[in-house]
């Protein structure tokens, strides 16, 4: 399979199509010559609109380019990429940081947190620069679901790691984006933490009705989700819907027969639990 297109296009509810994004024969190469690197190889993908996809694959599968292409951080060599009915391969840089800031939201490894705001204020940080008024009942809601009325008032460093991972959730979630991209985000987390986070994405989901796509190396946190792609050599290999740890480390052994860090070789025997919160063999 070298395709994941399989949702229909309209019967969205909010005026939106029920695709929060799509790839169409996206190619992305690297360098040129002999030292040319083709990172994404003619991907098709659609993107459900209020579900949580996740990205899976061996490192250097094409996960993290998939994912900077489709949220407009990365260009395309070519292929097309739309957020709702948006060509944002056709905009022009200004337009298309625009449509990042207004419709897309981003939860990164590093918090990104600026240290010297407090937690509210890192929150609305987005809207304040963009100018734009926080909706205080869609804020309260925001709070509340990822667990932080009590902490407002914190620093970043007054706060744990997976409260800090929470405040980002929260930024990304308050200025209600159409989707959020999420790289790893329970990467610096201990699996303790990353679950708390974890079952907060989940939530925003099935209770604020957010679209979500993560990158993961974990099968713990790809189970969370309501689909996993996996991508092998910059194609889309497979897919896997309402998946559990099990079925997704099972199916992982069987794609990546290859020397990586989820490779079967290594990993052949053992149960999710022997991968720490990288999806690494402890
Ligand atoms: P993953 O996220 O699955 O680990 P990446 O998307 O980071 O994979 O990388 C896919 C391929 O593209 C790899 O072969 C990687 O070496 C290559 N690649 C990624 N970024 C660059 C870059 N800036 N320059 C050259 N090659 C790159």
């Known amino acids: 399979m070298t395709t994941a297109v399989s949702i229909p296009k309209t019967g969205g509810s909010g005026g939106h199509t029920a695709v929060a994004a799509r790839a169409r024969q996206v190619v992305k190469a690297y360098g040129s010559g002999e030292t ?28 993290s380019t998939l994912m900077h292409c489709v949220a407009g951080l990365d260009t395309v060599t070519s292929g097309q990429i739309f957020i709702d009915e948006t060509e944002i391969t056709a905009l022009k840089d200004k337009k298309l940081t625009q449509l990042r800031r207004d419709r897309i939201g981003f939860i990164f490894q590093a918090f990104n947190l600026l240290p010297t705001l407090n937690a509210i204020e890192n929150i609305t940080l987005p809207m304040d620069i963009a100018g734009r008024k926080p909706d205080q009942a869609w804020l309260d809601r925001v709070v509340e679901t990822v ?55 989940r939530r925003s989901v099935d209770e604020l009705g957010q679209t979500i796509v993560m990158v993961t190396h974990d099968p713990v946190a790809a189970a969370y989700a309501n689909r996993v792609l996996y991508l092998a050599d910059g194609r889309i290999v497979d897919e896997m819907y309402n998946p559990t ?11 990546s027969p290859g020397g990586t860090e989820t490779s079967a070789a290594g990993a052949a025997g053992r149960t999710p639990e022997a991968f720490d919160a990288r999806g690494r063999v402890s």
């Open 36 to 63: 040319r690197v083709v990172a994404l190889d003619h991907v098709d993908v659609d993107i459900a609109r209020g579900q949580f996809t996740a990205i899976m694959g061996p490192s250097g599968s094409g996960k």
């Open 147 to 201: 667990g932080l009325a009590e902490r407002l008032k914190h620093r970043p460093n007054q706060l744990s790691g997976g409260q800090q991972q929470r405040v980002a959730v929260a930024r990304a979630l308050a200025a209600r984006p159409e989707i959020i991209f999420g790289d790893e985000p329970t990467g610096n987390l201990d699996s303790r933490a990353g679950a708390e986070v974890l079952g907060f994405l």
């Open 245 to 255: 740890a099990e079925l997704v480390l099972e199916r992982m052994l069987r794609l």
